[in-house]
């Protein structure tokens, strides 16, 4: 039996395999879906601390659809960046009055618009102030008794490995759990995760430390908890376009086999249920532009994929998308499953 991951003794997620944030990707449709098929906890979108407090009208009303989450996702973690200390105490309040079971801290994306502020994995380059800045997060969070976290990677570079010691600092200042994912800013996704950062990190903290990077299956996470003593696994570009990846890892931890194959025909109605759930969230245009990505992964592999991916790329309404999950769901009828289409 798997243990459930607890973080300050009243976060308890179900079992130690997570949602990464990630940017247009994790948004509430995306994370309800992964926690149905089996993912512990999730984390949103990452939303900006400055855009939140002194933005204008509509950067504000953005960064509150950003951080919004349905009950049904808890535990659920809302994500923010900054670098400025007072404007992530200002944001950390203002998200702590919604009642997300955490708030954790973004340093690790290493997207020039993030770091050019100073903010994401920048930080790691200058510890005291990432220290600072949890300080602020701990301080302003704590008015509504909503805990933090910190999301890191491994350090800037190669020669500037400084995970172990920001995540010291943060532990010191209040935050309750870290997440390692031991790349460091340089590498952005190229190479390979470096799992004994996430095992240094370990050593240097009481608090549950979630290791992130190279965990495509069950295999790939029961090797993470084995090599670093990881409290949790969390994944992350694995489970675009396949949330269905929680059930097959979960599976793999508590019986040593995955759970079954979703079937084509399911892929395609989880795929629409997105797309439809996506459009009452943010209206037809937004969604369909942030669904073609989506339908494209849950459609890879499918008979005539590379035709309706095609499609998909010019799609603008759900009734066009919709359109061409019918002509995928009579494709997976003529040619069978998803499995029988890679021996023929």
């Known amino acids: 039996m798997l243990k459930p991951l607890v973080i300050n003794r009243n976060i308890v997620a179900h079992n130690p395999v997570v949602l990464a944030p990630m940017a247009g990707i994790t948004s509430e449709p995306f994370r309800r879906l992964c926690r149905r098929y089996g993912a512990g906890m999730s984390w949103s979108e990452l939303v ?47 998200i702590a009055a919604t009642k997300p079971d955490a708030i954790d801290i973004n ?3 290493s997207v020039p618009k993030i770091a050019k502020c100073g903010a994401g994995c920048l930080l790691l380059k200058t510890p005291p102030q990432a220290q600072d800045v949890i300080k602020a997060t701990v301080e302003g969070a704590a008015e509504y008794g909503v805990p933090v976290t910190v999301k890191m990677r491994a350090g800037w570079d190669s020669q500037h490995i400084t995970a172990p010691e920001v995540a010291k ?7 309750v759990a870290v997440t390692v994912h031991p ?10 995760s470096d799992w004994s950062v996430i095992a240094r990190v370990k050593a240097a903290v009481s608090i549950p430390v979630i290791g992130c990077g190279d965990v495509h299956n069950g295999p790939d996470a029961a090797r ?14 694995a489970a675009m376009g396949n949330p269905f990846l929680f059930a097959n890892i979960v599976s793999y931890l508590e019986s040593g086999a995955d759970a079954i194959e979703p079937s084509g025909e399911e892929k395609i109605e989880t795929a629409r ?14 969604a369909m532009n942030e669904m073609r990505k989506h339908a494209a992964w849950y459609t890879k592999g499918m008979p005539e994929s590379a035709r309706l991916r095609d499609r998909l790329c010019r799609v603008s309404t759900f009734a066009e998308m919709e359109e061409i999950f019918e002509d995928a769901l009579d494709a997976v009828a003529r040619y069978g499953s998803v499995e029988e289409l890679s021996h023929r």
């Open 48 to 94: 900006s601390s400055a855009a939140l407090v002194f933005g204008g009208e509509k950067a504000q009303r953005k960064s509150r659809e950003l951080a919004w989450f349905s009950e049904e996702e808890r535990p659920v973690a809302v994500q923010i960046f900054g670098a400025d200390p007072n404007l992530m105490r200002q944001a950390a309040t203002i």
């Open 107 to 109: 340093m690790g994306c």
């Open 169 to 175: 600092r943060a532990q010191d200042v209040g935050a």
């Open 183 to 192: 790349r460091t800013a340089k590498q952005a996704f190229t190479g390979h």
């Open 224 to 237: 993470m908890f084995e090599q670093t003593g990881c409290d949790a696994v969390m994944i992350g570009r």
């Open 273 to 286: 249920w997105h797309a439809r759930e996506l459009c009452e969230l943010k209206g037809e245009h937004t």
